[in-house]
């Protein structure tokens, strides 16, 4: 794999962020991060982050940022557009996040295929502790800020991602990767960024089943 290009799938949040650190340990060269946004473009799908936070990530992980809007229903449309302007700039990989879920697993390598991408998945059969484990051993910076309240308890909403979050959440019976959409991360700090993003989070905001911690660029900082 050294010396090949990519463009990363990039959610903003440690599975992700684990992936690319994964793909450059490696030996691979990232030329791009893809973000998929809500249809209104102003927040990240499942992570609700800004334009602007996204950007700021880009800006230190040194890579330019391609976004699409969509709505679930055009997802995979636009996806497949995505990949195929990556292709047709002459990136012929695609680094993804996709821990052991096989239905995830093979839509990303159905639909890359369409394009002609090969996908590329660094953390696949990990165990989800050891990725956990990696991801703040390695130095990375996450916070929680998206919970799912029927999965896990809205206290977790807007915390720093610890080693002591997560003996709390295995211990509780839940999930600490939060594979199966407990929870998402923003991650602002680590060994792939220039600099650490500097953030706030905002008053948390109620969307049915879901709380969600606001991330905002501190433009003071």
């Known amino acids: 794999m050294k010396n090949t290009i990519f463009v990363s799938s990039w959610s903003g949040g440690k599975d992700s962020a684990m992936a690319y650190y994964r793909a450059l340990k490696l030996g691979m060269t990232p ?15 499942s992570h609700a982050l800004p334009l602007e936070v996204v950007q700021a990530q880009a800006e230190r992980l040194g890579v330019p940022l391609f976004i699409k809007e969509t709505s679930w229903n055009s997802y995979e449309n636009q996806f497949i ?23 995830h ?78 929870f998402h991360t923003v991650v602002v700090d680590g060994p792939i960024f220039s600099s650490r993003v500097p953030v706030v989070v905002g008053e948390l905001v109620e969307r049915g089943d879901y709380v969600f911690a606001p991330v905002l660029l501190n433009k003071k900082s």
Not at 32 to 44: N, P, Q, V, Y
Request: charged content about 30%; overall charge negative.
């Open 81 to 103: 557009g995505a990949m195929d302007e990556f292709r047709d700039e002459g990136i012929t990989h695609g680094v993804f996040g996709d821990i052991d879920i096989e239905e």
């Open 105 to 182: 697993l093979e839509w990303v390598q159905n639909t890359c295929a369409k394009s002609d991408i090969v996908a590329v998945h660094p953390l696949w059969q990990e165990p989800r502790r050891n990725i956990v484990e990696e991801l703040l051993d390695a130095g990375f910076e996450a916070w929680i800020v998206v919970v799912n309240t029927s999965m896990m308890p809205a206290k977790y909403v807007g915390k720093q991602f610890t080693k002591e979050i997560v003996e709390e959440l295995e211990a509780a019976g839940i999930d600490s990767c939060g594979e199966n959409g407990e």
């Open 31 to 45: 030329k791009k991060i893809l973000t998929m946004f809500e249809e209104d473009g102003d927040i990240s799908k």
